[in-house]
């Protein structure tokens, strides 16, 4: 019998003030990442998954449009892995290299015009899965958003959750239940929030919607993108979006839903609104 997956909500809890955003022309900036076998509880199991750097989803990387970062990867885990930088528009030197277990390997990715959200992961079905994270571009030091400034921004990344053991002879099936524990997103009452969406759920499309809200599409896939507005958003496999959401609606809280393309199960979570004044 295949693996049983589950899909959920996976929140990289991250509200970034923009007075606390980077200056400066265009920099360097380097990053460490540490693949191991880690033990995660999720969905009521408890496993031993291949991580970066302990956690899952992995670790964010946020710069500058026009930046350069380098990546070190540790290899401590026990098969060969390559990575891949989803969207980076110039090839990415080494990106075919497979890091074997104990060696490391530095990626160097120069990025140019990308914008917005991108995502980083293993090239490898069964890594992927588990080994991937958000990769957030922001606007140039004397650039500003073609669109009203947000208050925060907040990302959430659509993942999957495998009950058995995933190993290369046991990838995917079809999708599950929600997580567990519920997902929660705070708002501050007339509150503008970006929020970057990143569908790392494999072959399925994901729908995502919040009770009588609506979005402003803004960006997709590392790209402006002209306005659209509308009450649920549909991300394929691998496809990420930038969306304004308005916290306009009555004080109180409101579902939050995310139903995967077959159909079979919804993951939920909650927006609650912290006051009615925004303090």
Known sequence: MGSQKHVFLLLSVLLILNSLLFSGADEDHYYEFILQETEITKLCS??????????????????????????????????????????????VDGSNELIQPGKNFTYEIE?????????????????KATVHGAFVILPAADEEYPFPTPTSD???????????????????????????????????????????????VANETMVFAIGQHSFT???????????????????????????????NQNVGQYYITAQPSSGRHNTTGVLQYLTSTGV
């Not at 590392?222 to 930038?242: C, E, I, V």
Request: glycine fraction near 8%.
């Open 154 to 200: 907040q990302i959430i990344i659509f993942g999957e959750w495998f009950r058995q053991e995933l190993t290369e002879a046991n990838e995917t099936i079809a999708a599950g239940q929600a997580d567990d524990t519920t997902y929660l997103l705070e708002v501050a009452y007339e509150g503008l929030y970006l929020l970057r969406l990143i569908n790392a």
């Open 46 to 91: 408890t496993k031993t998954i291949l991580t970066v750097n302990g956690s899952f989803p992995g670790p964010q990387i946020r710069v500058r449009r026009g930046d350069t970062v380098y990546v070190n990867v540790h290899n401590q885990g026990r098969s060969a892995v390559s990575f891949d930088w989803q969207g980076v528009e110039d090839p």
């Open 111 to 127: 990025l140019d015009d990308e914008i917005g959200t991108l995502w980083w992961h293993a090239r490898s079905a069964w890594a």
């Open 217 to 247: 599409t803004v960006g997709q896939n590392a790209t402006y993108a002209q306005r659209s507005f509308s009450t649920s958003l549909t991300l394929a496999p691998g496809q990420t979006l930038d969306v304004l959401l308005g916290a």
